[in-house]
């Protein structure tokens, strides 16, 4: 979910559940809610909504989302927005909080089965019934290890290569479709006095885990990849290492001071064209002027070995419920309402950002960008969400330390392999 406004052409702010593909960071956002309900809401019946949407437009879609399910009369609820990187820290706070709120936005996936397995979510699958229109992919995604309904999606993006279209044209380039013809690129660029490729660690060391999905999806495969963020494969297995060979061809083309600042600062670096492209899911628009919409564009991770089927990264935001609400039946019908066209499309409408509705009846944004990242994800033969939304919040760490390590020691892969491993067993084993 993010924050898109196609009456004002907004590129913008909307560093929410959408807005962190990988993880929620922002030390922009400031937390503004408690992270419980209140003795009088729980009193009233009240259904406390936990949201980490805390950019202003995000924000304020989801409070006219809230006012619009009130005035429909099957139950009422009020809105608690949390900073995001707070939010992801807190979670599991909440959930096992002695008075924890009601319904919460967050991950589909591993995610949502992780906290599912612990026995803190909800069962929906009665709201999934009527989810008729849903196509099984997303009721897949929704299902947790026991088959029962743990999710229900709103939202969901893209990853890929994003560029200034004024730039490439100055510079007499274009996007490529092959890892040849971006190795090509990237010489061509640098020939010129730019960075070729922009990545913002800083704080935000996620990021570069979308290098490493995508090396694997693209070499290895999409079941592989799940296989081994399941902890079914090993880290230090030759294939992954093969990502890592693949990966150390176009190091010298990273931008030497990406490690330093984090990814809202490596969009500005892309805007200014000191960089030439950036892999990012689309919350970057944070760190994006809005005079800078029209000029944006993006190609896709390319293809390295075309006999792979084709996989891209697509993240999926929605809501899970606290298996203790003292209101059930008001959750059901909050998240009724948000799986609903209606909500989905006010959603967009009301907010800012690229994002594309869950239901696949609600309309996206009337933008050329929006058309391409939907045609793009259509057009893909397997979907993969993120590192940590494939594998745990809990093993996000592990690679947060394994790629910055292999980022500085590229010659080191082999030692930085076995870390990965003997970190993965112990979360696999906690």
């Not at 591993?110 to 849903?134: E, F, I």
């Not at 609600?362 to 969400?385: F, I, N, Y």
């Not at 930085?416 to 067993?425: H, K, N, P």
Request: with cysteine; hydrophobic share 40%; glycine share 6%.
């Amino acid at each position: 979910m993010s924050d898109f406004d196609p009456s004002r052409r907004q590129f913008l702010g909307h560093l929410g559940l959408a807005g962190v593909g990988a993880l929620g960071a922002s030390s922009l956002l400031s937390a503004c809610a408690s992270s419980a309900s209140s003795p009088a809401d729980k009193a009233s019946g009240a259904i406390t909504v936990q949201s980490n949407l805390s950019s202003p437009q995000a924000k304020g879609a989801m409070e006219k989302l809230i006012e619009s399910f009130n005035k429909q009369g099957k139950g009422r609820a009020t809105l608690n927005t949390i900073a995001a990187e707070t939010y992801r820290t807190q979670l599991p706070t909440y959930l096992t909080s002695a008075n924890p709120p009601d319904l919460y936005t967050w991950y589909a996936g591993s995610v949502a089965n992780d906290y599912a397995s612990k026995g803190l979510l909800l069962d929906v699958s009665d709201v999934w019934r009527q989810l008729t229109d849903y196509p099984a992919s997303l009721r897949t995604l929704s299902t947790d290890a026991t088959g029962k309904q743990v999710f229900v999606p709103m939202t969901n993006y893209w990853w890929g290569f994003f560029y200034r279209k004024s730039n490439f044209a100055k510079w007499g380039v274009q996007e490529p479709k092959t890892w040849a013809e971006f190795v090509a690129l990237c010489q061509t660029l640098q020939g010129k006095g730019i960075s070729p490729i922009g990545i913002g660690l800083g704080d935000t060391p996620w990021v570069a885990s979308a290098w490493f999905d995508y090396l694997n999806i693209r070499i290895n495969g999409a079941p592989f990849h799940r296989e081994l963020l399941a902890g079914k494969q090993r880290f230090d297995d030759p294939k992954v290492k093969a990502v890592f060979a693949r990966w150390r061809e176009v190091l010298p083309y990273f931008d030497p001071k990406g490690k330093a600042y984090p990814f809202q600062e490596a969009t500005t670096a892309l805007l200014a064209g000191k960089t030439g492209m950036f892999l990012i899911g689309t919350f970057f628009a944070d760190a994006t002027s809005t005079d800078a919409f029209d000029d944006l564009d993006f190609f896709r991770f390319p293809i390295i070995d075309p006999a792979v089927p084709v996989a891209e990264e697509a993240p999926t935001d929605g809501f899970f419920a606290s298996t203790r609400t003292a209101n059930p039946t008001g959750v059901k019908a909050m998240l009724t309402y948000l799986a609903s066209v209606e909500a989905q499309e006010a959603y967009i409408a009301n907010s800012s950002g690229i994002v594309l509705p869950a239901h696949p009846k609600a309309k996206a944004a009337d933008v050329p960008l929006v058309a391409k990242g939907k045609a793009m994800l259509d057009s893909a033969q397997e979907l993969t969400q993120f590192f940590n939304r494939d594998s745990s919040d809990a093993l996000q760490p592990t690679a947060d330390t394994a790629l910055t390590k292999f980022l500085d020691k590229p010659d080191q892969i082999d030692a930085i392999l076995r870390e990965w491993q003997a970190g993965a067993e112990k979360v696999f084993k906690s």
